[in-house]
């Protein structure tokens, strides 16, 4: 068996292991196959949390005119972190920051066709970290001065 045939045996074995686990199979592609993983630098908004599960995820934003130019996260391995991470970057990018405000954990479960009940918070942990770094970056479009005092998200 070849290496990339190997590769395809495990990747469609896990793929059916996360459907008989009660993931969809937008959660599946999204995990599989994440948008917009890493971290990014230069950024303009920033934000960080630590979900109640222990789970983390850190966003870093641009925006150019106005609207989401470029949107990165990292989270920790879990399925449902990286699957809603990587739909509220999606669902975020090119959109005026305040339309990006508006996105709720709501709008990334639909966008997942939902995730098990375990996983649910995972919806709200992109959410709010997106909402984090927007307001991160509003505060310092506000006042641009306080830039010189920012912190770094090392």
């Keep these: 068996m070849s290496r990339e045939a190997g590769r395809n045996l495990v990747l469609e074995s896990a793929r059916q292991a996360l459907r008989e686990s009660g993931h969809s199979d937008a959660v599946i592609e999204h995990y599989v ?3 917009n993983m890493g971290a ?5 908004g920033y934000g960080q949390i630590t979900g ?5 995820m850190w966003m870093w934003l641009r925006v150019r005119n106005g609207r989401i130019s470029d949107i990165r996260f990292l989270s920790d391995i879990c ?9 509220a970057t999606e669902m ?6 305040r339309e990006a405000l508006t996105i ?10 939902g995730l098990p009940v375990e996983s ?3 919806a709200t942990l992109a959410v709010n970290t ?14 641009p001065w306080k830039k010189a005092y920012k912190r770094s998200s090392n």
């Design 120 to 122: 649910v918070h995972c």
């Design 33 to 35: 196959n994440p948008r």
């Design 104 to 113: 709720t954990h709501h709008d990334v479960l639909t966008e997942l066709g």
């Design 92 to 97: 975020a990018w090119d959109k005026p920051v």
């Design 52 to 56: 109640e599960c222990g789970d983390s």
């Design 130 to 143: 997106l909402k984090m770094a927007l307001r991160d970056y509003l505060a310092f479009a506000r006042e």
């Design 40 to 44: 990014l630098d230069p950024f303009d």
């Design 79 to 87: 399925v449902g972190a990286v699957a809603a991470g990587s739909v």
